[in-house]
């Protein structure tokens, strides 16, 4: 991308820059903190301190489960500090109501902490600095740059979407906005004119897939249920046509852990006999315990073949075949992927289903885990290759009659 925009040239450009929305918040909070250096809130701190406040109250149905949620999608979602935002904020989408005397309930618990992650060198979320980083970007009223650019926007919350519009004054082709929300596997779904962003009437919908073959975008689109929602509530058509055809998608429940790590062996075999190069090839698998039972195995019963564990979103080197879990997989592509451990315990994920608090929540990641899904199962532009032990996962509601697929019971 930065030869594309500098002309030939992989040197960036002295009026480019480019880095992560979190990145950019750093830097704007640094400038104006250079004295204090940056701590990041760990999850398991925030859990205690939540924990320690709540004490030996009696909350009723307001458990910790609940606390927890809250706090995750209300309270440092919406950057609320302090008693009079909460009290008054508008709760719209959340499965459980609370009333008055509920929220003075839960705000006794939500404060403390706050103050005691602000007093007592805690650190901050990733909400909290980019929420900061805004209110300082928009006291320039000149702007940080004349236009901003921003990919994998579905996955940006209101912390993230109030960054970017402090970014850039409003004008002329200020801001280009690229998302897809059939892929939004981090953040809940709201408006985004609600942060100052306003999109209606000026969105527009692509519908060519340059990327995977017809017969893999078929079984990926299988897994996404209802319309995609947009930044503003809109529904967005998820209909596309693939440029490309290949082989069939491939499907094989296998009776057990040990004949699936064979299959994986025999596939990667096939792949290395077709031409393809190890940094062409990918394994992704929902849980990392599974890429370490199952494709590590079948890596080694290969041989000559080394194994790349991908740990952050850069592209893979050529040092061997790319391990990751399916959140790994996103923003990656490769010519070959097999994504394992697609049996109905494993996907949906169980603890993450567990930790949801009502059965409104429960169904955001329901939906969560089939974008999930979905991205894996679109990181592949040419061979595809699902496996599972026992049972396949009701998440894959595959039709051998309808669609052009190999489904093979080992």
Request: charged share 25%; aromatic share 6%.
């Amino acid at each position: 991308m930065v030869a594309m925009l500098s002309g030939g040239d992989d040197q960036i450009p002295g009026n480019l820059a480019i880095s992560t929305i979190h990145s950019q918040a750093l830097q704007i909070w640094s400038k104006h903190h250079p004295d204090i250096p940056f701590k990041l809130a760990q999850e398991g701190r925030i859990k205690d301190e939540l924990e320690s406040a709540i004490g030996l109250r009696i909350l009723g149905p307001l458990n910790l489960e609940f606390i927890l949620s809250e706090w995750t999608n209300v309270i440092d979602y919406w950057g609320l500090c302090d008693w009079e935002s909460y009290r008054t904020f508008n709760r719209a989408g959340r499965g459980t109501q609370l009333g008055q005397r509920q929220r003075e309930e839960m705000w006794s618990v939500f404060g403390p902490v706050l103050q005691n992650l602000a007093r007592g060198g805690g650190g901050m979320t990733f909400s909290q600095l980019a929420f900061s980083a805004a209110e300082l970007s928009r006291a320039d009223e000149t702007g940080t740059y004349q236009h901003v650019v921003v990919d994998e926007i579905q996955d940006c919350g209101p912390a993230e979407i109030s960054l970017i519009r402090s970014l850039v004054s409003p004008g002329t082709d200020d801001l280009f906005l690229c998302g897809d929300a059939g892929q939004r596997i981090f953040r809940r779904t709201f408006s985004w004119s609600s942060v100052g962003i306003q999109i209606q009437g000026r969105s527009r919908h692509l519908s060519t897939n340059y990327r995977n073959t017809e017969q893999i975008q078929t079984l990926a689109k299988t897994v996404l249920s209802g319309p995609a929602i947009g930044g503003d509530g809109e529904e967005e058509d998820r209909h596309a046509v693939s440029l490309l055809t290949g082989a069939p998608t491939t499907i094989k429940v296998c009776d057990d852990e040990a004949q699936e790590t064979l299959v994986l062996a025999e596939w990667l075999q096939e792949m290395i006999r077709l031409g393809y190069s190890q940094d062409e090839i990918a394994i992704f698998s929902r849980r990392s315990q599974t890429l370490r039972d199952i494709g590590y195995p079948a890596l080694g019963m290969v041989g000559q073949l080394k194994r790349r564990d991908l740990q952050d979103s850069r592209p893979p080197s050529e040092d061997g075949v790319s391990f990751g879990t399916m959140h790994r997989a996103k923003g990656l592509e490769f010519r070959a992927v097999a994504i394992i451990g697609c049996g109905d315990e494993e996907l949906p994920d169980q603890d993450t289903l567990d930790r949801a608090c009502d059965d409104y929540e429960k169904k955001e990641v329901l939906e969560q885990e089939k974008n999930l899904l979905h991205v894996a199962l679109t990181r592949p532009r040419e061979r595809l290759l699902v496996t599972c032990s026992s049972k396949l996962s009701s998440l894959l509601p595959v039709d051998p009659d309808s669609f052009d697929l190999q489904i093979v019971q080992s």
